[in-house]
């Protein structure tokens, strides 16, 4: 009888640890695993969704997070490097772009002033230069004829 503290060897039991406490290790006289359904305290599952789907928001009974290297099909994430190296290519799990004020070196700009005002020393994410025929204000350029 399941409950009563003694497994049953006719193989209706796994464990019986005599109590009505669930996810203790076990529960209903079967024992918590990982993908069972769940949170079982006594194995450190912060989750369990019941299935083994990565990426769904709790893998492998760890909450997904950020900085976990894997991006997460619940919506906020765009990417998921593993690190926290800004301007990499993927900053907070958001990918990196032009305006983003993070100079991204995996895109290759030379500056990212975090705005779209051209001619102020950062335009399009490429440093304005004398010589780049473009009246740059920031550089305090009076002419620029492109040579």
Partial sequence: MCGDGV????NTEECDDGNSVGADGCTNCT???????????NASEECDDGNSVDADGCSTCIVDKC?????NNNGTEECDDG???????????????CGDGITNN???EDCDDGNSVDNDGCTACVTDVCGDGTINNAGAEA?????
């Fill in 143 to 147: 002419c620029d004829d492109g040579n």
């Fill in 106 to 108: 995996g895109d290759a």
């Fill in 83 to 97: 690190n926290t190296l800004d301007g990499d290519g993927c900053t907070s799990c958001t990918d990196d772009v």
């Fill in 7 to 10: 497994v049953n060897n006719n």
């Fill in 67 to 71: 900085g976990d290297g894997v991006v």
């Fill in 31 to 41: 024992i918590d695993f990982c993908g069972d359904g769940i949170v079982n305290n």
